[in-house]
T-cell receptor
Framework: NAGVTQTPKFQVLKTGQSMTLQCAQD?????MSWYRQDPGMGLRLIHY???????DQGEVPNGYNVSRSTTEDFPLRLLSAAPSQTSVYFC???????????FGPGTRLLVL | DAKTTQPTSMDCAEGRAANLPCNHS???????VYWYRQIHSQGPQYIIH???NNETNEMASLIITEDRKSSTLILPHATLRDTAVYYC????????????FGKGTTLSVSS
């Protein structure tokens, strides 16, 4: 199993640009989530999904969209990038009711 | 979810046991104690979790006090690769709820 994979590893955007961060898992996990981590801070939940077709907002959802059309994929879309969205983004997945989450390697995003 | 308090940083000599404390005095009866760690620039890694009994796995041991108001994560023989930020999280074991990461404890293992 590849586990949780994220692409790209690094990305530089200009203010106002849009992009999609990809997340995929091959463990048949129903629960997937997106976190962001700013320097010296803990992780904050952006959006999560408890299954295909079901998504919900986390602590810091503004400026981000998600969709879950398949169990395997959970892309995160930045609608109009802002410098405040410069961060490291982590995707995670788990079985429902078994809350040991598996995290991807992260995407480092810089918005100029 | 209950709030946790952890020391900002700790040091440990390689080969010795690392004991990382966590206070969670407002923990509810249905909340578990989870430990994750984050090695520099990597995604967080699950270590262990428990409700009220002590737990042990291949990575670590978790000791929870009888009143459940505090716990200790024990790495029995710390190595340089255990240098990381360790997060203590208390939460209900329910799908769809977030892991709330605080600032954790930075453990530095030196030779």
């Amino acid at each position: 199993n590849a586990g949780v994979t994220q692409t790209p590893k690094f990305q530089v955007l200009k203010t106002g640009q849009s992009m999609t961060l990809q997340c995929a898992q091959d463990m048949n996990h129903e629960y997937m989530s997106w976190y962001r981590q700013d320097p010296g801070m803990g992780l904050r939940l952006i959006h999560y999904s408890v299954g295909a077709g079901i998504t919900d907002q986390g602590e810091v959802p503004n400026g981000y969209n998600v969709s879950r059309s398949t169990t395997e994929d959970f892309p995160l879309r930045l609608l109009s990038a802002a410098p405040s969205q410069t961060s490291v983004y982590f995707c995670a997945s788990s079985y429902p009711g078994v809350e040991t989450q598996y995290f991807g390697p992260g995407t480092r995003l810089l918005v100029l | 979810d209950a709030k946790t308090t952890q020391p900002t940083s700790m040091d440990c000599a390689e080969g010795r046991a690392a004991n990382l404390p966590c206070n969670h005095s407002t923990i509810s009866g249905n909340e578990y104690v989870y430990w994750y760690r984050q090695i520099h620039s990597q995604g967080p890694q699950y270590i262990i979790h428990g409700l009220k009994n002590n737990e042990t796995n291949e990575m670590a041991s978790l000791i929870i006090t009888e009143d459940r108001k505090s716990s200790t994560l024990i790495l029995p023989h710390a190595t340089l690769r255990d240098t990381a930020v360790y997060y203590c999280i208390v939460r209900v074991n329910q799908a769809g709820t977030a892991l709330i990461f605080g600032k954790g404890t930075t453990l530095s293992v030196s030779s």
